[in-house]
């Protein structure tokens, strides 16, 4: 936890819009003991009332007008979470009424857009800081002190695989309004090939079009969408890309994006190869490995995952607060700046405009002058160190450790799907009813009762006052019981913390490494049944 500063100073911080992200800093910012959110903005009576009901003050200015938010004399900063469009407006006001700003990225859907704004943002005093926050997690930072220190000799190779679901809004397939899948999804990704390779990208070459998600209207797989039946109406952005980028000092990357799996098992792989024959490979945002050349054989790369984000909901979100109100403290750049933030989001459009024009583009393509001057300005923060990760924890015994990993991937899917669908904003209660229902669905899967078929074992899930809850499967069947009547082969145990993280979309692993959630087996017993757990995600995600 962040400690206050000496000076007892407090800030004041506006929120404008109330989704998924917006709420996580909402939760990151209360978090602070130097920070007071101290005004909501929403079009959405409800998204207002959820956020008045976390905050729990009424003294909180409420208002679905964002311009009466801005001009709040009492506010330090704003923090900009509303789709792509209409980022610039917002901040734009943010700061011509003297507020700093906290943007999510990317700054805008288009380059003529994203200058202006910059060019203006600097014409003032204000601090602009822009929501790339694998900059401010452990582990990307881990992996950035490494680099830096010489581990790999020169990064010249850089890859990023990420197939997942689709998204569950409708601005975000229409290219004028998100700017595009590439630029939307991936600018985060391109910001961490030129954090690691430490050189300007050069020039851009992509592949993409649409496979799945085309026409007039198509129903979309997103696996956290409020509305599991949510139909798109004529998307125009790609749902799959290959993107090859080279750089100025010779380095190159590559990255692949599918957004159309379905329940994707292996989840988004961030690797880099160095001159020197090392490699790292960083897996779900949870795992960093590195070896080769002289590091020797492969090995995992103790990093603290919990502390950096706090369950806020996403790697490096309490850090990225922290260091924003440091900013606001100290005027230096932020971390992710908006120079910084520009360099990701223009391969991200060299990349759409490489696909729709089938030919090779030149990152000079969308040079400017202002820019260019601002460049140079700046030029010291792109050549300086990273900040330095939080310390890692002690490493555990391997042994405990694999075995650990080894029950938590095996009931990763099966847990979640277990706790059954909720409303927006309302925890699913943890009650037998929760997971009959549940296991109603799964054993209507033929699929899945093909695959599990054979199968044998029980589990039992445990809360905090409540009688613990057993699944038995037998010959792939699985039936709910009480759990006086079975013998356990494996216990999955929560906190109270731990089932409501989960439910409210923490991933399962945050929430198994900062202790909320722990698990119990024998997992040369449990890895059969994997796979077939896995598998049952169709069934409840399409209910």
Known sequence: MAKMAADGKIFNIGIVGLGDNGMMHLNGFKKLPDCRVAAVCDKRDEARERAMGVLKDSSVVSTPDYKKLCAMPELDAVCVCTPTFTHT????????????????????????EVDAFIVKAFKTDRIVQVGLVYRYCNLYRTLAAMVEKGDFGDVMMAYCKEYRDNFPTQWFFETEKSGGALLDKNCHHFDLFSWFIRSRPYRVFAMGGQHVVKGKSVKVNCSYAPDQNLMIKNPDIV?????????ENGARANLGLCMYEVDPLEGLEIGIIGSNGSHALAKRDVTLNAGGGPQGMMREVPVDYVSDNLGIGHIGAHIQHVEFVQRMRDRRQPFASLLRARE???????????????????????????IKRLMKKYAAEFESASPSP??????????????????V?????????????????????????????????????????????????????????????????????????????????????FTEKGWEELQAGDSIYRVFLSGNI?????????????EAFLRIGKSLSAD
């Not at 310390?391 to 075995?403: F, G, I, L």
């Open 89 to 112: 407006p917002i901040a734009s006001l943010a700061i011509e009424c003297g507020k700093d700003v906290l943007l999510e990225k990317p700054i805008a859907p288009n380059i003529e």
């Open 239 to 247: 749902d799959h890309a290959f993107v090859l980028v080279e750089y």
């Open 344 to 370: 990701s989001m223009v391969v991200c459009m060299a990349a759409e405009r490489s696909i729709k024009e089938k030919r090779e583009v030149k990152i000079s393509e969308y040079d400017s002058p202002a």
């Open 390 to 407: 939080l310390p890692a924890p002690r490493r555990p015994k391997e042994a405990k450790a694999s075995r650990e990993k080894e029950l």
């Open 409 to 493: 991937d095996a009931f990763v899917t099966l847990v979640r799907l277990l706790m059954g669908k909720r409303p927006l904003g309302k925890a699913a209660p943890f009650a037998r009813d929760t997971f009959v229902a549940a296991a109603k669905r799964i054993n209507a899967d033929s699929a899945y009762l093909k695959m599990a078929k054979g199968l044998n074992t029980v589990v039992t899930f445990e809360y905090p006052g409540k009688e613990p809850i057993a699944a038995v499967i037998r010959d792939g069947k699985l039936e709910i019981v009480p759990s006086r009547t079975v013998v356990e082969e494996a216990r999955v145990i």
């Open 518 to 530: 722990k698990v119990d087996g024998d997992p040369g017993k449990l890895r059969p049944y994997t």
